[in-house]
């Protein structure tokens, strides 16, 4: 069993790992004004060396990414998936306090009359190297499983397109509103193909912390006064993805915790939970014997 370290005690240095979070910030719902800086904490606190966010609104110019990244030296990429009309708009954001040499928006399929949907992408400038990262957020209604299969497709073409074998593992970041048994999540992992095709992504919780089995793990939880409102059931649909190990190590998942998964004075800093993993980010040499 891998135990999560934070910063100061962990085993590897900084170079050598990378810090990876994501979460769902529920748009600018609910006490939007009281949850902002929970959520500032909360990326100080862990100090992440990437940061993916859904729901994300923008209006003007000026996206939630943009309020959250303010004062704590975090470079933002917001990505629109929804013109809303009039200014508004919801999307992805990636934040990263290292800079961001490459980004764009990576159009996905979504069905007519639904929610639009797209991927944020940037790299990375780190000190372990370039590093590609996705961030995405998939159809939410449960019976809408065809529509999350097609867009996982797309966005495994996007990667394998934007992030070549030799280069450093790609990370995919997001709300995938898919539990890990479903046929879109199993996809991601290499268990089921579609349409003929197959990838593999390594599941940070579930290649860590998930084989105890002692946590569900659960991003959207009952528990959570503000997901309690849908009357869903709780699960995990919230993940950290890595197409790694590759033959140097690099993008080995070291650990991944549950986070941001506590109320402050009554005030929950979302609807969902995050999920934060650890990364091999330094090759090294080893025997594969």
Known sequence: MRAFLPPRRCILPAVERLRALTLNIWNRQGPWERRLPLLRDAFTRLAPDVIGLQEVMAFGGRSQADELADGLGLHAHYGVAWPMGGGLSMGNAIL?????????????????????????FAVLDAPCGRVPVFCTHLTFQP???????????????????RAPLDGFPP?????????????????????????????????????????????????????????????????????????????????????CRVVVDEAIDGVWPSDHFGVLAEIQAAARPHDPY
């Open 96 to 120: 990263s306090p290292h800079p961001l040499v490459e980004t764009d928006v990576l159009p996905l399929p979504a069905p007519d009359g639904f929610d639009p949907r797209s991927a944020a």
């Open 171 to 255: 990370i995919l970041l997001g709300d995938f509103n898919a539990e890990p048994d479903s046929d879109e999540m199993r996809f991601l992992r290499g268990l089921t193909p579609l349409g003929g095709k197959s990838v593999y992504f390594a599941d940070c919780w579930d290649a860590t912390t998930g084989r105890t089995g002692a946590d569900p793990g659960f991003t959207y939880d009952r528990r959570n006064v503000y997901a309690l409102r849908s009357r869903e059931p709780s699960r995990r649909i919230d993940y950290v993805y890595v197409r790694g190990p590759d033959r140097a190590l690099r993008g080995e998942p070291l650990a």
């Open 143 to 161: 019976f809408m499983g065809h529509a999350r299969c097609a867009q996982v497709r797309a966005l495994a073409d996007h990667v394998a397109t």
